[in-house]
C-alpha cells in the first residue's frame, strides 16, 4: 500500500472587510516542502483590494520567491517568519490607508 504525500495544512484565513468597502484577505499554509526557489515551509496569499484591485500583497509564487506589491510595485520580500509576514502585510494596509496613527 502506498502512503499519502503529506499535504499543505492551512495555518491561517481571514478576511478582514472595512467601512469603506475595500477589504484584506490573509491565507497562509504550511507546506511540506519549500516552494521553490524559497528555503521556508509556508505558502502564502496576502491582498488587499480597493475597487477589485490589489493595491497591496504579499506572495511567494513558485518561481519567483518570495515579494511584495506595493501601489503598483513589485519588490523582493524578505521572509523571516509566519508572524512576520503578517504583521508587515497589515503594516503595509494600514499605510496604504493612512491609519499610521
Known amino acids: 500500500m502506498r ?3 503529506p499535504k499543505a495544512k492551512l495555518l491561517h484565513r481571514e478576511r478582514i472587510e472595512f467601512p469603506d468597502g475595500t477589504f484584506a484577505e ?3 499554509w504550511g507546506v511540506p ?3 521553490p526557489p524559497t528555503t521556508h515551509g509556508f505558502k502564502y496569499r496576502l491582498a488587499y483590494v480597493v ?3 490589489r493595491v497591496v500583497g504579499y506572495d511567494n509564487e513558485r518561481g519567483k520567491g518570495d ?5 503598483g ?4 520580500y524578505q521572509f523571516e517568519s509566519a508572524n512576520k509576514v ?3 502585510f497589515r503594516t503595509d494596509v494600514k499605510r496604504y ?3 499610521m496613527s
Not at 73 to 76: A, F, I, L, N, V
Request: proline share 7%; net charge negative; glycine share 12%.
Open 67 to 71: 515579494h511584495r506589491h506595493y501601489d
Open 86 to 88: 503578517l504583521a508587515d
Open 33 to 35: 516542502e519549500p516552494v
Open 51 to 53: 475597487g477589485g484591485k
Open 26 to 28: 490573509l491565507v497562509l
Open 73 to 76: 510595485t513589485e519588490t523582493p
Open 97 to 99: 490607508r493612512g491609519d
Open 3 to 5: 502512503s499519502k504525500a
